[in-house]
């Protein structure tokens, strides 16, 4: 059974850091290219960082401006995402998701995500 189950979703302050967890199982994370997205209040989901599954393969989004760091750990089947200086900007639900495309192609697999709060 796959499953991804994400964790670390806080409330925060402005300026702070944090770090989210995805725990995936039921699947070889190796083979898979991983990412996470976000959706906002009233927003549209949008994706903040992926990590294809050949060495080199990075991607983030432009309002990430170097704050967020993607990372993987193929044999524990675990993705973090690294948040550093965070603003209400940043306030939504994160998802990581999983597939064997590219970063810009349908990931199959999804998490149901875990909330992040800034306050200012």
């Known amino acids: 059974q796959v499953q991804l189950v994400e964790s670390g979703g806080d409330v925060v302050q402005s300026g702070d850091s944090l770090i989210l967890s995805c725990q995936t199982s039921g699947f070889d994370l190796g083979y898979y290219t991983v990412a996470w997205f976000r959706q906002g209040p009233g927003k549209e989901r949008e994706r903040v960082a992926c990590m294809g599954s050949s060495v080199g393969v990075l991607w983030y989004a432009d309002f990430v401006q170097g704050r967020f760091g993607i990372s993987r750990h193929n044999v524990n089947g675990l993705v973090w995402l690294q948040m550093s200086n965070l603003t209400a900007e940043d306030a939504a639900t994160y998802v990581c998701?999983?597939?064997?495309?590219?970063?810009?192609?349908?990931?199959?697999?999804w998490g149901q995500g875990t909330q992040v709060a800034v306050s200012s």
């Open positions: 998701a999983a597939g064997r495309g590219s970063c810009f192609d349908r990931f199959t697999y």
